[in-house]
């Protein structure tokens, strides 16, 4: 029984050594040294440049990007406006001695209004034209009311009537000056000239 008492004493002994030899001790922290400090500031300098040069990159891809966006919507409003021009140019023709706007030039007409309606810094003079048959004075007054025919569609479609000017030509200016049916045909015709 001592022995086993002794074994217990040492058993106890050892334990409370090595639990003593588990405890956590505080350690404290002395201050860096200046050459330490100094490093650790260069590399903090060099992170921070490293960020503010990728943030530049990243701003400078945003910018050029956005530059080739507006690039983009600018090529294609040109692209509208350029096809929109050559739509307004083109002409509405006439039967003989008749200003009456015939039913295949009608939606030429209405493409014409929709297309002032959206760009309303166009103005446009609309410019009466006959063929070469019958006295000028009866031309120049058959020219007029083919202009004022395509004048007057256009208004009831929408636009604004000082936007649109009208003009006769008469006979002038042909577009054919051959002395038959189909060249006359060509110049009985209501021109779209535009202005800005």
Same mark, same amino acid.
């Given at each position: /029984?001592?022995?086993?008492?002794?074994?217990?004493?040492?058993?106890?002994?050892?334990?409370?050594?090595?639990?003593a030899g588990?405890?956590?001790?505080?350690?404290?922290?002395? #201050?860096?040294? #200046?050459?330490?400090?100094?490093?650790?500031?260069?590399?903090?300098?060099k992170?921070?440049?490293?960020?503010?040069?990728?943030?530049?990159?990243?701003?400078?891809?945003?910018l050029?990007?956005?530059?080739? /966006?507006?690039?983009?919507?600018?090529?294609?409003?040109?692209? /509208?406006?350029?096809?929109?021009?050559?739509?307004?140019?083109? /002409?509405?023709?006439?039967?003989?001695?008749?200003?009456?706007?015939?039913?295949?030039? !009608? @939606?030429?007409?209405?493409?014409?209004?929709?297309?002032?309606?959206?760009?309303?810094?166009?103005?446009?003079?609309?410019?009466?034209?006959?063929?070469?048959?019958?006295?000028e *004075?009866?031309?120049?007054?058959?020219g *007029?009311? !083919?202009?004022?025919?395509?004048?007057?569609?256009?208004?009831?479609?929408?636009?604004? @009537?000082?936007?649109?000017?009208?003009?006769?030509?008469?006979?002038?200016?042909?577009?054919?000056?051959?002395?038959?049916?189909?060249?006359?045909?060509?110049? !009985?015709?209501?021109?779209?000239?535009?202005?800005?």
């Open positions: /029984m001592k022995a086993r008492a002794i074994v217990l004493c040492v058993a106890f002994v050892l334990l409370a050594g090595l639990g588990c405890s956590k001790k505080r350690v404290e922290s002395s #201050p860096a040294s #200046p050459a330490v400090e100094e490093r650790m500031t260069e590399q903090r300098d992170e921070q440049l490293k960020l503010d040069e990728q943030a530049r990159i990243e701003r400078e891809r945003a050029q990007e956005e530059a080739l /966006m507006q690039e983009a919507k600018a090529a294609e409003a040109k692209k /509208m406006f350029d096809d929109a021009v050559v739509e307004l140019g083109n /002409m509405v023709h006439f039967d003989f001695d008749s200003f009456d706007i015939k039913q295949e030039y !009608r @939606p030429l007409l209405q493409s014409k209004a929709e297309i002032l309606k959206k760009y309303d810094n166009v103005t446009m003079v609309i410019e009466g034209y006959c063929d070469d048959r019958g006295t *004075e009866y031309n120049l007054a058959l *007029e009311r !083919r202009a004022r025919a395509a004048y007057e569609f256009l208004i009831l479609l929408g636009v604004a @009537p000082e936007r649109l000017s009208i003009v006769s030509y008469g006979e002038e200016d042909p577009i054919d000056p051959g002395q038959n049916e189909t060249a006359w045909a060509q110049n !009985r015709r209501a021109q779209f000239r535009l202005t800005y």
